[in-house]
């Protein structure tokens, strides 16, 4: 792994912190001219929109964390977990 995150960082995880940035910036913008303009659903529907973009980057900081697990069961710094037990195990 490379000193930086971003180096190291899966393509997965990259096109998920781009997306959730550009659909954030639109929210912005959107919300922005919602409240320039006294129109009240543009700026609902930008708050909408922004939320969305908050749950892309929830799971692109989802997928990172994954992403730094693997690395580390990869080079002996974690032990796998172990597999869950289903209800017939129990019995």
């Not at 940035?21 to 001219?33: H, R, W």
């Not at 994954?66 to 037990?85: H, M, S, V």
Request: a positive charge.
């Amino acid at each position: 792994m490379t000193n930086t995150p971003w180096e190291a960082a899966s393509p997965r995880y990259k096109k998920l912190v781009f997306t959730a940035m550009a659909i954030m910036g639109i929210g912005i913008i959107l919300a922005i001219i919602g409240a320039n303009i006294p129109s009240l659903p543009t700026v609902y529907t930008a708050i909408g929109i922004m939320l969305v973009g908050m749950l892309c980057h929830i799971a692109g900081m989802m997928v990172r964390a994954k992403d730094a697990r693997q690395w580390r069961i990869e080079n002996g710094l974690a032990a796998p977990r172990a597999p869950k037990r289903s209800a017939d195990d129990a019995q």
